[in-house]
């Protein structure tokens, strides 16, 4: 079993709707949880930055950590055609060694 | 941009020959950690440096691959007597010095094809 699981997609919307991603876990250590996103041939960009359970926000991003059922989601609200890309979820016992999810592509149709 | 540099964007080696990937953190920052993407795979974490220390190289392969991070210039991950499987993306992040939230950043990768 992979240390973190990730919903494979890939994943196609219309503009304007509300994209969600989602990632399980199995190590209970793990208390940094990140989203990233990746453009094609570009490195990961970092999204959202979260060390506890519960729901963070910045602008149209909301990230939900759960480590109850070791289970973090990410919601992006009113998308865009430029939010089209490759989301990675990762996560990390110390604050150094990520564990990252396989990713899961986006296309927001215009 | 002042992000973290790579170079080269890519490398084509033979199988046999040596590969060296280099990275500049960003400004103000000495912690550098090195990924490497396979197709269809997430990113696995490889070494972890601080200037002229490994801290943590428990992704690293025990063979062929090895990482430095000197006083002065760029950190170097070197991978000798290249094979077909070596063919991935590798990224490099950093971060200023270590503590809690202080996420790590890419650079956009170095990739790596091997003939």
């Known amino acids: 079993q992979k240390e973190v699981e990730q919903d494979p997609g890939p994943l196609s919307v219309p503009e304007g709707a509300i994209v969600s991603l989602n990632c399980t876990y199995s190590?209970?250590?793990?208390?940094?949880f990140m989203w990233y996103r990746q453009y094609s041939r570009k490195g990961p960009e970092l999204l959202m930055y979260t060390y506890s359970s519960g729901n963070k926000e910045d602008g149209r991003f909301t990230a939900q950590v759960d480590k109850s059922s070791k289970y973090i989601s990410l919601f992006i609200r009113d998308s865009q055609p430029s939010d089209s890309a490759t989301y990675l979820c990762?996560?990390?016992?110390?604050?150094?060694?990520?564990?990252f999810g396989a990713g899961t592509t986006v296309t927001v149709r215009a | 941009n002042a992000g973290v540099m790579q170079n080269p964007r890519h490398l084509v080696r033979r199988r046999g020959q040596e590969a060296r990937l280099r990275c500049s953190p960003m400004?103000?920052?000495?912690?550098v950690y090195w990924y490497r993407q396979l197709p269809e795979e997430g990113l696995k974490f490889m070494v972890y440096?601080?200037?002229?220390?490994?801290?943590?190289e428990s992704g690293m392969p025990k063979e062929r691959f090895s990482a430095e991070f000197p006083k002065e210039g760029p950190s170097i991950l070197r991978i000798q007597q290249v094979v077909r499987g070596d063919s991935a993306a590798y990224f490099c992040a950093s971060s200023p010095q270590g503590a809690r939230d202080q996420p790590q950043h890419f650079g956009d990768g170095t990739r790596l094809s091997i003939l």
């Open positions: 990762a996560m990390s016992v110390n604050d150094y060694k990520l564990s």
């Open positions: 400004k103000g920052h000495s912690h």
């Open positions: 190590n209970s250590a793990f208390q940094y």
């Open positions: 440096l601080q200037k002229e220390n490994i801290i943590d």
